[in-house]
């Protein structure tokens, strides 16, 4: 055990503790991936600086927002007091709901004149990110603005819990193309919404960005946990932010279990990971150098008094007694292992596997472990990733079965193709119109159908060998495909037809036998419910997901670590619900050691004993 006594002295450990009520800017931003407690941090640091004598307000625009259970009081989109703390007030602001309202104000004056297909296919275009992230960022303006939030006397502060990414702010960035786009548009419409409502608001946007980009007046706090793929997530969103003008950040690293209980195997394994992951960051770009930890906690951070001994540094929360948290066969929990999903993929014959989920929850583990699990039976497979950060062949490694193939569709290499074909097919057209044509290639949409049309190939090979994808477009991409308002005419200009593969894709998928849908995900409450909304957006591209893998479960460790023994309590009803939401459940155990390389993958897969 003295390798877990020196991890728990490590660098990480010995980062210096956030102190709440420290932020000095009118506006923090807390940004991160799902389920890395960016709204617990922003929530005690508004309780932090509350009980610090300033005037807080705290507010989401996360769909999923959870800051009524955060602080277990009703939650609207109004400023509400928080019960029993003087100066300190929360709202939710739905983004949907603003989405829903571009989309009625597109749709509404043609109902009865367009045939419905033409409605549906406009309604469908205003389903996607672009539109949510417009239409949240129009929540920021108003508070943002001049005016600020309608909190009487006024705030000191507003802490944001999910701030704007870089893809909105470049997205605000392209008026000449949208503008222009968006003019010659039948429906005058684009994913971004209605022209008129972007030029209603392009005041305030011009000075909502100049807020956020004023260090005087913003901060924004990157909030990760001490893994790889989190620490790799928050680098990119660190440099698209600053890329965006937001130059002033700290990195908070939340869910240190600085120390492991003496011992105890797992936990010293634990937080041996949690250092490693933290000194192999060193390499990474966009990290901000101002840094900052938090305390892996063992109880639900619900409720002031969690919040309030979270603010004033007691690490663990309300305690309970060591116990082992191994109990198989306990009620709600599903059978461990993959090894039966691998059989079914082996039975059905060679068929195209997306594996799908949020950033973080280890779908590139669980895409590379079927992959060599399935070659390894003598399947011919072929690993592939749409993943920005291709982190697919640093999992599988090398060594691999001859029968699996790894490949990897780059985004970039993607978008410079799609729009060396848009801009041959656009030679005759004169100056200006060249030059709109070329910012709008640089907005962010274009990605996705460059992508897509990548995407469409590599699916097609799924006749003679699997096809698992590492990153799968979502179900409103892939509604994209009915809606010749917007994908049909992308795509047209770009090929003058709709090619075969793209046009045969959407049948494929959903077709049971043909395509199986495996989403990914932790049982963590906001994991849990970002996959849930995932599934629902296949649903509406008429697309069932396969079953469901629930990464890193702790019930059956045997850890008698007080924080992750009752973190593995907390799992349960997550389980529970997960096992509500999918007709198949798998679950895999947090592995003592990084599932990475052939050989480890084949084991989490139960193709190989582990030695």
Not at 140 to 159: E, M, Q
Request: glycine share 12%.
């Amino acid at each position: 055990m003295a390798a877990a006594s020196q991890a728990g002295q490590g660098a990480l450990a010995a980062l210096p503790r956030l102190g709440f009520d420290h932020w000095d800017t009118r506006f923090v931003l807390f940004t991160g991936k799902g389920g890395v407690g960016k709204t617990t941090v922003a929530a005690a640091s508004a309780l932090g600086l509350a009980r610090a004598g300033r005037r807080v307000l705290v507010v989401s625009t996360d769909p999923a927002s959870n800051l009524a259970d955060v602080f277990a009081q009703p939650v609207g989109a109004q400023p509400t007091p928080v019960e029993g703390v003087a100066g300190l007030w929360v709202a939710d602001l739905d983004p949907l709901a603003a989405a829903a309202a571009y989309r009625e104000a597109v749709v509404g004056p043609y109902r009865g004149v367009l045939p419905d297909s033409a409605l549906s296919a406009i309604e469908e275009q205003l389903s996607g990110a672009c539109t949510v992230e417009v239409a949240a960022f129009g929540e920021f303006t108003r508070l943002l603005g001049a005016d600020g939030p309608a909190v009487p006397g006024g705030v000191d502060h507003v802490i944001f819990d999910t701030a704007p990414t870089g893809h909105t702010l470049r997205m605000l960035e392209l008026p000449r193309a949208w503008e222009e786009f968006l003019s010659t548009n039948d429906a005058g419409v684009s994913c971004l919404g209605p022209l008129s409502a972007l030029e209603g608001q392009r005041a305030a946007y011009a000075a909502a960005l100049a807020a956020l980009r004023d260090p005087a007046r913003t901060a924004v706090a990157l909030v990760t946990r001490p893994e790889d793929g989190a620490l790799t997530e928050a680098a990119r969103t660190g440099a698209e932010l600053a890329g965006g003008g937001l130059d002033r950040q700290v990195l908070v690293v939340n869910g240190i279990l600085s120390e492991p209980a003496a011992g105890d195997g797992m936990a010293g394994a634990f937080a041996g990971r949690q250092e490693r992951a933290w000194a192999a960051c060193a390499s990474l770009d966009g990290l901000p150098a101002q840094r900052f930890g938090v305390a892996l906690v063992g109880s639900e951070l619900t409720g002031l008094d969690a919040l309030a001994a979270l603010a004033g540094g007691e690490p663990r929360g309300p305690q309970r007694s060591a116990v082992p948290t191994s109990r198989p066969g306990a009620v709600g929990e599903p059978p461990v292992g993959i090894e039966d999903l691998v059989d079914a993929l082996a039975r059905s014959g060679p068929s195209l596997v997306l594996v799908m989920g949020k950033g973080g929850v280890g779908k590139t583990t669980i895409a590379g472990a079927l992959g060599v699990a399935l070659a390894a039976r003598g399947e011919a497979v072929t690993l592939s990733t749409t993943d920005p950060a291709a982190h697919l062949a640093a999992t599988v490694g090398a060594g691999l079965p001859e029968t699996l193939r790894v490949e990897r569709i780059d985004p970039e290499v993607e978008v410079a193709r799609y729009s060396a074909e848009v801009l041959a097919g656009a030679e005759g057209a004169d100056g200006d119109a060249r030059a709109v044509l070329e910012e709008d290639l640089r907005s962010p949409c274009t990605e996705e159908i460059a992508v897509f049309q990548a995407f469409a190939q590599t699916a097609a090979g799924a006749t003679d060998r699997h096809v698992i994808l590492d990153t799968a477009p979502t179900g409103h991409t892939l509604l994209l495909l009915d809606a010749t308002l917007s994908y049909h005419r992308q795509l047209a200009r770009a090929a003058g037809v709709v090619p075969e593969a793209v046009a045969g894709l959407l049948p494929a998928l959903r077709d049971p036998q043909r395509t199986k849908v495996i989403v990914v995900t932790l049982a963590e409450t906001t994991p849990v419910a970002e996959a849930a909304r995932l599934v629902d957006d296949l649903g509406r591209a008429g697309i069932a997901p396969y079953g469901w893998v629930v990464n890193n479960t702790l019930g059956r460790s045997g850890t008698t670590d007080p924080v992750l023994a009752a973190r593995a309590e907390l799992q349960r009803p997550q389980l529970a619900r997960v096992r509500r939401l999918a007709e198949r459940v798998w679950t895999l155990p947090w592995q003592l050691e990084p599932p990475v390389g052939a050989e480890r993958l084949a084991v989490l897969a139960g193709a190989a004993e582990a030695r």
